[in-house]
């Protein structure tokens, strides 16, 4: 879901609400969805060792409000979230509304399979998984020659059928791994277009006949 506007630096963060140690909602600024680079930026310079405590719950809160609106469609988003103008999304956040009561709800949902992802395989492919960022190869010439895409099927399978997970992480990481994968075909199509064959002067007079 592509929701690129072209719109400054400013327009292109929004506000979202997190719970507190005390309960309360609390306002926090993260990059609009379509702006990956944004969030990676955030976090490229964190050190391997601190990536955890607050470090990790507000990466974990990004990527959790960014999936959601990913996977939600536009009408069923809150206004903020939508390609609007700006002047229609600066009115006040009804938070007990049925739409900002189901957004905040699936937001949870993709909380809680982040951070069951994270416990239980290692950081750096757990975060390719979470941010559609595949490591592939340069021999990687199919996406079940990609270990990445691989490792993803087996932990689904795990989740599903020994683990028994519940509807909503099994959805939600269908969902992940269906994104998932059309990320690697995209970009291993310049690589399956970079290595045909050049024809021949045999295949030149075959094609002619």
Not at 7 to 34: C, F, L, Q, V, Y
């Amino acid at each position: 879901m592509n929701r690129s506007s072209g719109a400054p630096w400013e327009s292109r963060w929004t506000d979202i609400r997190t719970p507190s140690h005390n309960g309360k909602m609390e306002k926090m600024a993260m990059p609009m969805s379509d702006d990956k680079d944004l969030f990676n930026m955030q976090f490229a310079r964190m050190p391997e060792g601190s990536r955890n405590g607050a470090n990790v719950d507000t990466k974990v809160v990004i990527a959790a409000h960014r999936l959601a609106v990913d996977f939600t469609e536009e009408a069923n988003l809150p206004v903020r979230f939508r390609k609007l103008p700006p002047s229609a999304k600066s009115r006040k956040i009804k938070e007990d509304s049925e739409v900002e009561k189901r957004f905040r709800a699936n937001v949870m949902s993709w909380t809680q399979l982040i951070e069951t992802l994270l416990a239980k395989i290692s950081n750096r492919p757990a975060w390719r998984f979470i941010d559609l960022s595949p490591e592939i190869h340069p021999t990687v010439r199919t996406v079940t020659d990609c270990k990445d895409f691989c490792d993803f099927v087996d932990y689904l399978i795990l989740r599903r059928d020994t683990e028994k997970c519940g509807a909503d992480e099994l959805g939600g990481l269908a969902m992940l791994l269906t994104a998932f994968q059309r990320e690697i075909e995209k970009r291993i199509q310049p690589l399956q277009v970079a290595k045909m064959p050049e024809p021949t002067g045999a295949d030149d007079a075959q094609q002619r006949t």
